[in-house]
């Protein structure tokens, strides 16, 4: 049996740039961008939602990608952890926080953990390590290192205060 696949056109603005693919309607949003759009810093973990992974900003909220049909976000503001990029397009406070804290472990859960403190600093630029800890409850760490995810929470607070970000 052959089956032929209705796709959509969707459009979002990913990272600033605006992007248009063409997707059946069951494809996920993780799997839109990394696969249609080549974004593949977006990793997926568990796909149910649990592990963070695959955590990306819509509209400036985390959401958990594979949990995300691509249509349904259609004309959305994606920030993927290739978004959290300074301006000048070297490491943003977070990224450069986790490489001056060891925070990066094996790496894979780290782009949701990025995009995750991200959109937390936003809200609470100065937090204590206890916020720090609630912040990144939702997103899971394999190989155990919360740690220096927490200490790099922290380091991208001081970062940003630093640079005069909030």
Request: hydrophobic share 35%; with cysteine; aromatic share 4%.
């Given at each position: 049996?052959?089956?032929?696949?209705?796709?959509?056109?969707?459009?979002?603005?990913?990272?600033?740039?605006?992007?248009?693919?063409?997707?059946?309607?069951?494809?996920?949003?993780?799997?839109?961008?990394?696969?249609?759009?080549?974004?593949?810093?977006?990793?997926?973990?568990?796909?149910?939602?649990?592990?963070?992974?695959?955590?990306?900003?819509?509209d400036g909220r985390p959401m958990?990608?594979?949990?995300?049909?691509?249509?349904?976000?259609?004309?959305?503001?994606?920030?993927?952890?290739?978004?959290?990029?300074?301006?000048?397009?070297?490491?943003?406070?977070?990224?450069?926080?986790?490489?001056?804290?060891?925070?990066?472990?094996?790496?894979?859960?780290?782009?949701?953990?990025?995009?995750?403190?991200?959109?937390?600093?936003?809200?609470?630029?100065?937090?204590?390590?206890?916020?720090?800890?609630?912040?990144?409850?939702?997103?899971?760490?394999?190989?155990?290192?919360?740690?220096?995810?927490?200490?790099?929470?922290?380091?991208?607070?001081?970062?940003?205060?630093?640079?005069?970000?909030?």
């Amino acid at each position: 049996m052959s089956a032929t696949e209705t796709t959509h056109d969707v459009t979002f603005t990913v990272n600033g740039v605006l992007r248009t693919a063409s997707v059946p309607a069951r494809r996920l949003l993780a799997d839109a961008l990394r696969h249609d759009l080549g974004l593949t810093g977006t990793h997926l973990g568990c796909e149910h939602g649990v592990c963070g992974s695959c955590t990306v900003l819509v509209d400036g909220r985390p959401m958990r990608s594979c949990l995300l049909f691509a249509v349904s976000v259609d004309g959305a503001e994606i920030t993927t952890v290739e978004g959290c990029l300074a301006p000048d397009g070297g490491l943003g406070p977070v990224q450069q926080a986790f490489v001056d804290c060891h925070g990066l472990q094996c790496g894979f859960c780290t782009p949701g953990f990025v995009t995750t403190i991200t959109a937390y600093l936003r809200e609470n630029p100065d937090p204590t390590e206890e916020e720090a800890r609630e912040a990144i409850g939702g997103n899971l760490c394999r190989c155990t290192g919360y740690q220096n995810i927490v200490k790099s929470v922290l380091r991208a607070a001081e970062i940003q205060q630093e640079q005069g970000a909030i």
